[in-house]
């Protein structure tokens, strides 16, 4: 574990590197037009997470998905349309799984309030990630801010682009490269599965099937996981065995014992490229949380709508 004094240098770099402009958006862009936004944000997320602590990763997820697909524009919130489009929240890696629609939009009614037709749908997003983070006791960063909403969405494109729970090392490095995320970028991203929980639809075949498993872990997801398919396979299981409500680096450690949840979390940590940044991420929070912030603020510059491009929704679930 890196000293204090290291970690706070590396935090005051972070921060002076991340207020500046980053691509075509501004950490400053709503200081004149909504310049309350930020602590509406704080509030109504903080209120969520004071309600259901797992909110917090699901924030932290929600944005994710978003920026996979087709970039981060809000697409990931918009309701199908009878034949215009079917959205992405029926997608396979989304259906039944991806959470905090609501809290989303109850950042959107308070900011409307406040700050009418300014703030993107995009933007809520991508601030509300940050408190998830922050408010589990993770890192905080500027975000740069500027995004406009889509017009539409895919689900086609997010069955194809959002990584499988059940891929390889390789198909990860060249899911993320596609998105111009670097493979350091990837592995610090997944430490954000240091909180959260997934399904055992997801991870039956890694604790029944794969050999590089801790066999006590194995047994005790088994215990409520059942290898029949079809039954129990919405059981929540912790993706970071002992801190699952708590951003810390964890994680990692548990990559290091086999007890990864997910086959694609081992696989980070199997005798591959990225063996050695796991280990350093596990013995090294500071790493960890810079590496983190910087991934986190390039992968909400993936293909942002700005300028006259999209809209600003009214209404984060549809179409103005």
């Known amino acids: 574990m890196a000293s204090s004094t290291t970690g706070h240098c590396l ?3 972070l921060l002076l590197r991340s207020s500046a402009a980053y691509g075509q958006l501004s950490t400053s862009f709503y200081d004149t037009s909504c310049p309350s936004l930020q602590s509406i944000v704080r509030s109504v997320v903080s209120n969520a997470i004071a309600a259901d602590r797992r909110m917090g990763a699901s924030l932290v997820r929600l944005f994710f998905h978003d920026c996979f697909v087709q970039g981060c524009d809000a697409s990931i919130l918009l309701d199908d349309v009878p034949g215009t489009f079917v959205g992405e929240k029926t997608a396979f890696p989304n259906a039944n799984s991806v959470r905090g629609y609501d809290v989303i939009n109850n950042v959107k009614a308070a900011v409307e309030a406040n700050c009418t037709g300014v703030v993107s749908c995009a ?15 993770g890192p905080t960063w500027n975000v740069s801010l500027g995004r406009r909403d889509s017009m539409t969405a895919s689900r086609d494109q997010a069955n194809s682009d959002l990584p499988s729970p059940f891929a390889s090392l390789s198909t990860l490095i060249a899911a993320f490269s596609s998105k111009g995320l670097s493979a350091q970028d990837m592995t610090a991203l997944s430490g954000a599965h240091t909180v959260g929980f997934a399904q055992c639809q997801v991870y039956r075949d890694r604790i029944y099937k794969d050999n590089n498993i801790n066999q006590q872990f194995a047994k005790l997801r088994q215990s409520d996981c059942p290898a029949t398919q079809g039954i129990n396979d919405t059981v929540l299981a912790p993706l970071d065995v ?3 409500l708590t951003f810390d680096n964890a994680y990692y450690g548990d990559l290091l014992k086999n007890k990864g949840l997910l086959h694609s979390d081992q696989e980070l940590y199997n005798g ?5 940044l796991v280990k350093k991420y596990g013995s ?5 949380f810079a590496d983190y912030v ?3 603020v390039k992968m909400g510059n ?3 709508l700005t300028g006259t491009a999209g809209q600003i929704r009214a209404n984060c679930a549809v179409v103005n």
Do not use: E
């Open 294 to 296: 910087t991934a986190m």
């Open 272 to 276: 591959g490229s990225q063996d050695a």
């Open 302 to 304: 993936i293909n942002p």
């Open 123 to 137: 933007d809520i997003v991508a601030l509300a990630a940050r408190d998830g983070t922050v408010l589990l006791n």
């Open 284 to 288: 090294n929070s500071a790493a960890f």
């Open 242 to 244: 002992a801190t699952q």
């Open 11 to 13: 935090f005051l770099v």
